[in-house]
Each structure stands twice: as structure tokens, then as C-alpha cells.
């Protein structure tokens, strides 16, 4: 059975942003050790002649008729609207906190 430590614990918390109790270290020690268990078992099949996939059931978007070509905007229509551009693009402000 693979361990996850709690100080391992401690630092994916620290990468995900998220302040953990005590209680809540312990039960993800356990629940991640868990995760990584399982993980082990799926790496003793042998999967060489299963194909890769994306997605298992089948689901296909039922907005989009394949048979039908759609017209979509244009670069200049697409930025009509965009409080700024650069280089042909959308200008946005910041997303991460760095």
C-alpha cells in the first residue's frame, strides 16, 4: 500500500490555493494514498491492444449537423466588439496573481 505523506498533503494544498485543517489533511493522506493504490492495480493490465480514446459512450454534440456547413465571424467581426486588441487579438487583464 503506497503512503502519501501528510507533508505532501501540505504542498499540492499550497499549489491548489486551499487552507486544510488538520482533519481534513488526514482524511486526504488517506484518500489520496487510496487513489494511488488503485492506480497501481490499473498498471498491472495489459492495455497494448485496447485503442485510445477520448471518451467511452458514444456521446457526439447534437448541436453541430455534420452535414451542414456553417458560416462563422470573421476576424474584424469577431473584435467588433473588443474593448482592446493587439496583434489581430483579444487583450485581457491578468488571470493569475504572479
Do not use: W
Amino acid at each position: 500500500m503506497s503512503t502519501i505523506s501528510k507533508s505532501t498533503v501540505e504542498h499540492v494544498a499550497v499549489l491548489c490555493s486551499l487552507t486544510l485543517s488538520e482533519k481534513e489533511k488526514e482524511r486526504l493522506e488517506s484518500m489520496l494514498s487510496e487513489t494511488v493504490d488503485f492506480i497501481g492495480v490499473l498498471e498491472e493490465l495489459d492495455t497494448n491492444s485496447v485503442p485510445e480514446t477520448y471518451q467511452v459512450i458514444g456521446t457526439t454534440n447534437v448541436f453541430q449537423k455534420s452535414d451542414r456547413v456553417s458560416v462563422s465571424l470573421d476576424r474584424k467581426e469577431a473584435l467588433s466588439n473588443a474593448a482592446k486588441i493587439k496583434n489581430g487579438k483579444f487583450v485581457t487583464g491578468a488571470v493569475f496573481d504572479r
